[in-house]
């Protein structure tokens, strides 16, 4: 990594659920919150807005979002703005991009924020959105859209490792559990039993209701700054340390494995190599449990446990607080619910705040060094991971 | 600016025009001509991809395309891969992410690449779509979309500096004259005599077909590079030297004045200041002729010539080859139609082939050395701004 080093110093949330707002007021809601939340940010100090959304076009029938954004959250960007999408990775590449920005001195206080909509009058519309994600003339005629793409993926491990309901319902759980801690989640406040869990309705065998994460409204916004600055907002920046990412296939036809995700693993590589750190080195991880079978995935992309131990890696309780890896402490994406541009700044929001210490004590790490934070997109085809540092100021 | 200096090493760009081929295969067709156009270009040294389109969702029902994009030109991102969507200026907004990840280390050889598919078999769904890119709640349903939108700038205009009608058409012959050098030009090899442009039919008052750039299928991409590797591809690179952004306002009502463009202003200041050059420094210029009327304010906002003298200017050919500075060389929008995600992309290229001393005599700048390229988006309330220089390998 060159150029100066960049620090993500504050952030905010609105709450994340069914919503009864449109796109325009969430993003209005969360500059709200943001000035709440960080009331030493002047607007006029924000010289660029990176937005990540993935289907404005889609969900709320408007393109050209970033100026709008800037609008309603008050800002006006005289160095950059711009949308990035990367479907429900769209979120951690306005990040990325953030980064890349004020690394290259384009930007000094740069506000990267996500918002969705997704719940609309005729949930048809909004489902038949969700096909634009994979590949509309080969996948989606076959019907794969992201529920029975991954309800195939957790077939395939379970036939290929015995991994079981039990084993998914235990992810299920532990975010579920994670959610009642955070009053933004969609979920906050529910109880989900394993057993309660393993009843649910099914949407696509073997998935279950609980293994799925939702069709979520919300807004997360996050501020990174140039490394002189960071001092100014905060006593606990992040600091980031590397950036991952993997483009393996895209048509479904291309794929070669569905259980050993290979481009993860290369994006955490390139990630950690950057970094300079190893995964054993990580306090936390944000990985992105759009279905309970992913994060088990995960668990062994990232090289927690072996290829097909993800599932008794969870139910060991290992990615809970005080197992090997606290993962998910925020909710995760099935406790959070997935708005998917907002989703990647909420995770670097918590990893935020667990560097400064202010999540409930039911999910603060103990004085973490190390954050990593995971996005898949599509079918899973494309990886992006991003590794942050707690610093001291400078 | 800071890290490592970056330099565009090449492109190459579909026909554009009324095409009878989906979205996904305008994006293999460019892949084929890039690599056609640079033979000493191998897929595996690309390690980041830069998609701009504005709306694959509603164009082509189709999202998440920088991984589909990747696949369709043989490409596998490694580092970085991310679609960036600013509407009319999408193509650019690749580019100028493309130019942050290489400065700051996160990419050696990038692609920037722009697509867009506008011609549909029904043309009342891709009209509807250019709704998205103003205000939906606020604009759209006062029939603001960019024709209306521009053609009361020109009222504007008109009433303010007595701007005619024949100065109107003095740009759109130009720019369809220099089209004719062009074969990738939707209107390459057509005729567009003064007289003829003013007895064309209105499509908004004053604005008619030959003031308006069109609904235009197209593909185009550019390769950049990092300093060290910049011989490697090319004698002749355009280094990036300078860029600058600005955002004005988004409803119309937060709009100050339709005819003095000062988001504009202000993006052309940051993009000469950082490459420490004046206006009059320039050999060329590619500037956003979305409309007539579009051309003729930026020569003024451009510092050619004062406020209201655009008009003039144009009739006076000051922006033609071996005028004060020559503009929209290619053909511009109007000559070469606008696929909006490709224009930006394809401006750039000019000024690579104009300092490789590439296009047809009569459109070449003699020894240019420096480049400015603009594109502005929405109802010109985002301004865009990149300068290139021409340089000798390193």
């Known amino acids: 990594m ?7 110093v504050g952030g905010a949330s609105t709450p994340f659920g069914v919503r ?25 100090d924000v010289d660029s807005l990176f937005v990540g959304a993935a289907e404005p076009e889609r969900f709320a029938f408007q393109s050209h979002v970033a100026p709008l954004v800037a609008e309603q959250m008050g800002l006006q960007p005289r160095r950059i703005l711009q949308r990035t999408e990367l479907a429900c990775a769209s979120g951690q590449s306005a990040i990325r991009s953030a980064y890349a920005a004020i690394a290259a001195g384009l930007s000094d206080v740069a506000v990267a924020v996500g918002v969705e909509k997704m719940n609309l009058p005729d949930m048809a519309e909004a489902n038949s959105a969700m096909g634009c994600v994979l590949d509309r003339a080969w996948d989606g005629p076959h ?21 079981t309901e039990e084993q998914l319902a235990a992810v299920s759980e532990k975010n579920h559990r994670f959610a009642n801690s955070n009053p933004n989640a969609q979920f906050y406040a529910k109880t989900f039993a394993r057993d309660k869990l393993l009843r649910l309705p099914v949407v696509a065998p073997p998935l279950r209701l609980g293994d799925c994460s939702s069709m979520t409204d919300g807004a997360a916004a996050v501020v990174l700054v140039a490394e002189d600055l960071a001092r100014k907002y905060t006593a606990t920046p992040g600091w980031v340390r590397g950036t991952g990412q993997y483009s393996d296939f895209h048509n479904l036809a291309n794929a070669g494995s569905l259980t050993d995700w290979v481009g993860m693993k290369h994006a955490v590589r390139e990630a950690l ?24 995935i995960e668990y062994e992309a990232l090289g927690l446990c072996g290829p097909g131990e993800g599932g008794r890696f969870a139910a060991d309780g290992r990615g ?51 954050a990593l934070v995971h996005n898949l997109s599509g079918s899973a085809n494309v990886h992006s991971v991003m590794v942050y540092q707690r610093g001291q100021g400078s």
Not at 2 to 8: H, M, Q
Not at 143 to 163: I, K, N
Not at 273 to 292: G, P, V, Y
Not at 326 to 343: D, E, I, K, Q, W
Request: glycine share 10%; hydrophobic share 40%.
């Open 273 to 296: 190599r950057s970094a300079k750190i190893e995964t054993a080195d990580l306090d936390l991880a944000e990985l992105h449990d759009c279905f309970t079978i992913s994060e088990i």
């Open 2 to 8: 060159i150029g100066r080093r960049v620090a993500l």
């Open 320 to 370: 809970e607080l005080g197992g090997d890896l606290a993962v998910n402490t925020r909710g995760g994406l099935l406790g959070c619910g997935h708005p998917l541009g907002a989703t990647g700044i909420s995770q670097a929001l918590e990893v935020y705040q667990q560097f400064a210490g202010t999540v409930p004590p039911v999910r603060q790490v103990s004085s973490p060094e190390w």
């Open 20 to 44: 009864p707002t449109t796109w325009t007021e969430l993003a209005q809601e969360v500059g709200a919150a943001l000035f709440r939340a960080m009331p030493e940010l002047r607007a006029e």
């Open 143 to 163: 019907g794969a859209t992201a529920p029975p793409f991954f309800a195939m993926v957790a077939q395939r491990h379970m036939l290929e490792y015995g991994t």
